[in-house]
């Protein structure tokens, strides 16, 4: 009998199949405002996806399905929230969110652009706005917000435009918004009830 040597046989083997990198959630600090601002307004038909069970989102603002069920919000690759722009979300007055800007705004540290134009947004601006340090555009025109002007704001080192134009704030413009004017910043605050100060005529009857 002749002996038939023995071929080895390579069996292919595969990696085991690793799970999908999870995307990171954002801060507590961030759900909190998120789920204030709920609990705070009367949202659109539009943000009906904007849900919250026990103060927690219940899906992650920052995950794949943040386009349809967190619109208006917008993370960076660190899951930090940096814009919250609603303009052309409102459909006729029904579709407008309307309520007050919750303190816990000033939660959002690294928040860029806010944007909450023609809504029903009224109350007194928060001062926590102030804590927005990163924050470079503020865009509130066309509101009911009433009360003064928060001073602090002017001093935000980044912000670049400010409109709070239409609105129902009284007071005269704060003085540390020369700051703003130092740097050319974009300021609008016309249509209010505003008393100006020396070389701020032109933010109050801009009619634009």
């Known amino acids: 009998m002749i002996a038939v040597p023995s071929v080895p046989v390579s069996v292919p083997t595969h990696a085991p199949e690793s799970d999908p990198p999870s995307i990171p959630n954002v801060s507590n600090e961030e759900h909190d405002f998120l789920c204030d601002f709920i609990r705070k307004t ?98 509130l025109q066309r509101n009911y917000f009433h009360g003064y002007i928060p001073k602090e704001l002017g001093y935000l080192k980044q912000l670049k435009n400010v409109n709070l134009a239409h609105n129902r704030l009284i007071g005269r413009i704060p003085s540390s918004f020369q700051n703003l004017y130092r740097r050319r910043s974009k300021i609008r605050l016309h249509s209010n009830f505003l008393m100006g100060m020396k070389g701020f005529e032109k933010y109050l009857d801009q009619q634009q």
Request: aromatic share 6%.
């Open 42 to 139: 009367t949202v659109s038909e539009i943000f009906a996806t904007w849900k919250c069970e026990n103060h927690v989102p219940a899906t992650n603002p920052c995950g794949s399905a943040t386009a349809t069920s967190w619109p208006g919000v917008t993370c960076n690759q660190d899951a930090s929230i940096i814009e919250l722009s609603f303009v052309g979300f409102a459909n006729g007055t029904t579709g407008r969110i309307k309520g007050k800007l919750p303190d816990s705004i000033g939660n959002l540290h690294h928040l860029v652009i806010l944007v909450l134009e023609k809504q029903n947004m009224y109350g007194r601006l928060p001062n926590q706005l102030c804590d927005l340090t990163s924050l470079q555009l503020l865009n």
